[in-house]
Every structure is written in C-alpha cells, then in structure tokens.
C-alpha cells in the first residue's frame, strides 16, 4: 500500500501558525511562569505575535497580489480575498488584546482572579484579596483568532467546521470570566455554548446534504455538482445544504431570527470580551459565508434570494425596532450588531465585485469602531463616595460623561457616528460601498429599506450623545475610571482610523477594491 503524503504550502499558513503558536506558548506560560509577572509576559506575548504575524501576512500579501492564490493545504484556500480578510482580522486582535491588557486606575481588570472560583465564595474572596489576575484569555484569544485567521480561508466543509470551533470554543470559556457580576457572565456563556453547538449543528447537517449531492466535501466541487447540472432530481437537496450551511454561518452573524444569544452574552461576557466578540465573530464570520456563498450558493441565487430578502429585511427591523428600547448600553450595542448584519447581507445578496470589496470594508471599520466603543463602555463605573465598582451599564450612567472626562465621550461620539453612517467617518463609506454593490446587484428595494432603517437606528446613538454632552451627571453614583495605557491607546487609534477612513477613503477602498477583483 502506498502512501500519498499531502502538500502543505508551510510559507502561507506561517500568519496563523505565529498566531497559534502564540496561544501554545501562552498556555506554558501559565503553567512555569510566576503569577506575579504572568499578566504582564501574556499581554506582551500576545501583541508580538499578532504584530509578528502581520510582518508575514505582509509578506504574503506580495505574493497572491500578483496572481489568483493558490491552494496551501487540502481545504485551505490562500488568494487576495483571504490575505485582506487576515489582515483586517489581526488589526481587530490587536486592539482587542490592548484592551483585554488594561487594568485601569480602580487597579482590577475585567476579569475574575481566577475562573474556576464559585462566584460569591471564600476561594473568591481569598484570590481577590491576593490581588490575583486571571490571564488565561490571553492564549484562549490567540487560539480564536487563529481560528478566525482560517475562517476565511476554508475551502471545503470540514475546514469550515473546525475553523468554526476553533473560534467558538475559547470564546466559550473566556465569556464566563467576568470580574463583576459572575454569575450573569456564566448564564451567558452557558447560552452561547448551547446556541453555538446548535448552530454548528445546522451547518454539520448542510455539509452532510452538500455531501450527498457531490460526493465531495470541497467547495469547487459542490459547486460543480449544484451548476454542472448533475444533481438531476436532488436540487431540493442541494438548495436544503445551501440553505443550512448558510443558517450556521448567520448564527454568528447574529443576524434574525438566528440572534437569540446575541443581547444577553454582549451583556454578561466581560466588556473586553464582548468588543473582541462583536467585532471578530462577525467579521470573519461574514467573510467566511462571503467565500461559500460567491463559490456555492450563487449558483442557486435565484432561489436562495427569498430567504436572504427575508433574513436581511427581518435583521434589520429587529435590530432597529428592538434597540430603540434598550436602556442597557451593552444591549443597545448588541442590537445595533444586528442592525448591521443585515447591511452587510447586502453585500451577501449583491454577489459581485464590489460588494466583496463593501463587505472587506465593513468588517474593518466595524470591527474597529465596536472594539473602541466598548473599551469606553469599561471604563464608565458605579460610584460609592467616589470609590469605583462594578461597570455601570445602564444609559443613565453616561449622563454628563462630556464633563467628567470630554475625550472618552467625545470619542464615543466618533464611534456612533460612524455606527450611524454620518459622512466624514469610516462608517459612512462603508455603508455607501455595500449599498452601492446592492444597486448594481439588483437589490434596490432592500437598499431602500436599508436607509431608512440606518436613519431610524441613528436616534439611539443620538440620545446616547445628547445624555454625554447635554445633560448634568448626577452626583457620585458613577466614576470613569482612568486607563493605565492600553485601552487609552486602543480608544485614540481606532477613533483616529475611524476618521481617517472616513475623511480619506481612498488607500483602503483601493486596496480592499483589489483584493475583491482577484476572488476566484
């Protein structure tokens, strides 16, 4: 019996190889390192090997610009598309383990001294009087962002799903790692562990359909099978794979009636969490059902369009109906999420060009915005006699933030301006790009729709600006907290790209605009 060995292109997988090496190394450190210095060695192994993998992601980025990509492993895809979705994915990283690295002037963080304390306890209470601080996300960030990494790249169904679980898994744990409000933390991780598996359970049926259609797990030959016309009397099949592949993928969207888990693990996962949460999960989530549905599902676009149509339309109203009533800034932020998953369906259902360059700019300018925003939202505190507790949420505690500290909220201000697509931010262009790729594909009327739910979406970012900047703050009962540098770095860089992008598009549409072209 012979033996076939397999060909690994090792040079293109080295970003996600940096990254998940990052994570291994992360978890010896936790294991040989002393306690004391732990935080300080994770926080600084996580950033050199995100920006060590960007210098190779650089690298690559030289290389498939200049041709179509090629296949590195069996499943793994590597071409323009997948090195900008990389790129765009290690950008969100970084500032999301800036502000995971944060201990702020209260000197806590955002997460429990040690995990596995009950909540309430006395271990609890003995850790935190030690002055402990978990560090076990650091490496459990590593390993979902390695996972995002190859999110985008997964070429066939069983890369699709382990890439999936790779991002999922650690994110699992590191919900329920909350400093404050423990208990809240674990409800959310429990109902993210039960809706995940379920939606991985849909998108293991749909491969299992795609399976039986082609005989093959792998994109180009599904795709073969669906439009070469050999799945004579199973296109029912074929459309009923497309269809729950693509409701897996929508899970982590959050997009309706799939967002179920979205508002209650925004809330109750540790605030750094939740912007590393928001930003990541969603954009490689997108960026990967960009790849199945340009390759898969457009063949049967015709009549996959009701189901988008219904999807996009729902997501929107969901989101904008539903956020204007929240009075909890974290929910408010999750319903805002799902408002802009279903603009980025449009970008989905569009199937050209410029909606993969739309949806590559979207998920950039989101996901830094979303990162920003919450890195704000952790540092806004319950007060006692001027003594700062647990991160006071509730909307009524931002009142009066323009005084107590003006730069937080006036760069909270640039983030929902930019959530709201006011012109001269990066959110404005991103929403013109998708719903331009919307009119060029057909897609007029959800367009339309899509206006006028981005203008309804902009009275809940407009009251949370008028409570900071037009009305008194209420005595003591809330402290802003002082950053000890990271999140103070992450808020001022993702605050001056999102202006940037906005008052000067044209580089990073450019770019992104050629990375679309080269989608094979």
């Not at 990494?149 to 590191?174: Q, W």
């Not at 423990?182 to 995940?196: D, I, M, N, T």
């Not at 979406?457 to 002082?482: H, K, N, Q, S």
């Amino acid at each position: 019996m012979s033996f076939t060995a397999p060909v690994i292109e090792w040079a293109g997988l080295t970003p996600v190889l940096i990254i998940l090496g990052g994570g291994v190394i992360g978890v010896l450190v936790e294991a040989f390192v002393p306690r004391s210095v732990r935080p300080a060695v994770q926080a600084l192994l996580s950033l050199l090997a995100i920006l060590a993998s960007a210098v190779a992601l650089a690298g690559r980025w030289s290389i498939v610009s200049a041709g179509t990509g090629r296949e590195l492993a069996t499943g793994i895809a590597e071409d323009p598309f997948g090195v900008a979705a990389q790129g765009i994915l290690l950008v969100i990283g970084l500032l999301a383990v800036l502000v995971m690295a944060d201990r702020t002037t209260a000197d806590d963080g955002a997460f429990a001294a040690q995990a596995a304390d009950r909540p309430g306890s006395a271990e609890e209470a003995e850790s935190l009087h030690a002055g402990w601080i978990a560090t076990e996300m650091f490496p459990l960030t590593l390993f979902s962002l390695g996972g995002m990494m190859l999110f985008p790249l997964a070429d066939d169904m069983i890369t699709l799903l382990v890439s999936l679980e790779l991002v999922s898994l650690p994110l699992y744990i590191m919900a329920a790692m909350a400093r404050h409000r423990r208990l809240l933390s674990q409800e959310a991780a429990l109902k993210y562990f039960v809706l995940g598996v379920f939606a991985s359970a849909f998108l293991l049926m749909g491969a299992a359909f795609l399976y039986g259609v082609s005989g093959s797990v792998a994109y180009s030959h599904i795709a073969t099978a669906i439009g070469g016309g050999g799945v004579a009397g199973m296109d029912w099949l074929a459309l009923a794979g497309v269809v729950l592949v693509t409701i897996g993928l929508l899970f982590k969207t959050a997009a309706a009636p799939f967002h179920a888990w979205s508002p209650d693990v925004y809330q109750g996962a540790p605030t750094p969490v939740t912007g590393f949460m928001a930003a990541g999960v969603k954009a490689t989530a997108f960026l990967a059902l960009v790849r199945f549905y340009y390759v898969v599902g457009g063949a049967l676009g015709w009549d996959l369009a009701p189901f988008l149509w219904t999807v996009a339309i729902l997501t929107m109203v969901v989101g904008t109906v539903v956020g204007v009533i929240q009075t909890d800034v974290k929910r408010m932020l999750a319903y805002s999420a799902i408002a802009h998953a279903g603009y980025m369906l449009i970008g989905i259902i569009a199937w050209n060009g410029a909606g993969v360059s739309a949806l590559l700019l979207y998920a950039l300018t989101y996901g830094i915005a979303t990162v920003g925003a919450f890195g704000i939202v952790g540092l806004v505190r319950t007060g006692h006699d001027g003594a700062p507790g647990a991160e006071a949420n509730d909307l009524e505690a931002f009142t009066g933030l323009g005084r107590r500290s003006p730069w937080l909220a006036g760069a909270m201000t640039v983030f929902l301006l930019s959530f709201a697509g006011i012109p001269l931010t990066a959110g404005f262009m991103a929403k013109f790009e998708v719903f331009v790729a919307g009119i060029i594909g057909g897609a007029t009327w959800l367009v339309v729709v899509a206006v006028i739910s981005s203008v309804a979406t902009a009275f809940f970012y407009m009251r949370l600006i008028v409570l900071m900047f037009f009305r008194e703050p209420e005595g003591d009962r809330v402290v802003v907290v002082g950053s000890m540098g990271p999140a103070a770095l992450t808020i001022g860089l993702a605050a001056a790209a999102t202006i940037l992008i906005g008052v000067l598009p044209q580089a990073v549409v450019g770019a992104l605009a050629d990375a679309a072209m080269l989608l094979p």
